[in-house]
């Protein structure tokens, strides 16, 4: 990878970690500690189904990480922190299908799905900015 590529998917990885990292985890870090079941369910269908918002609506995690894929799949995909990327954010992700449950969930166990993505997409950040 040269360094206009390595610049560019570094630009990427950036602002995944802010659109995707920050956001997703966004609506629990407003929870209060005791919140109830219903409220950690909100904040799970914000985090998912409202990731990110703005004047056009609101987008999805899941359409946030299909666009960093069309952009970037191509300079991360033999990045080894890339497999542990792609995990975190599947294991997220799939939190989507209790949100048609009306029973309780575990609030640490999403937290800690959550941000394991960003945790994630920061190692590939650092892997992409030491390789070429």
């Given at each position: 990878m040269g360094p206009a590529e390595r610049?560019?998917?570094?630009?990427?990885?950036?602002?995944?970690?802010?659109?995707l990292g920050k956001y997703i985890r966004l609506p629990f870090m407003m929870l209060p500690p005791g919140a109830d079941w219903h409220e950690t369910r909100t904040?799970?269908?914000?985090?998912?189904?409202q990731t990110r918002s703005g004047p056009a609506g609101h987008v999805p995690a899941r359409e946030?990480?299909?666009?960093?894929?069309?952009d970037a799949e191509?300079?991360?995909?033999?990045?080894?922190?890339?497999?542990?990327l792609e995990a975190a954010v599947g294991k997220a992700?799939?939190?989507?299908?209790?949100?048609?449950?009306?029973?309780?969930?575990?609030?640490?166990?999403?937290?800690?799905?959550?941000?394991?993505?960003?945790?994630?997409?920061?190692k590939l950040r650092l892997e992409a900015a030491r390789h070429g």
């Open positions: 610049e560019h998917l570094l630009d990427l990885l950036s602002d995944l970690k802010h659109d904040a799970l269908h914000h985090a998912l189904l946030i990480w299909a666009g960093f894929l069309r191509a300079q991360v995909g033999n990045l080894a922190a890339f497999g542990e992700l799939s939190w989507e299908r209790e949100l048609d449950g009306d029973g309780p969930l575990s609030r640490d166990a999403i937290e800690k799905d959550l941000g394991a993505v960003q945790d994630a997409i920061q």
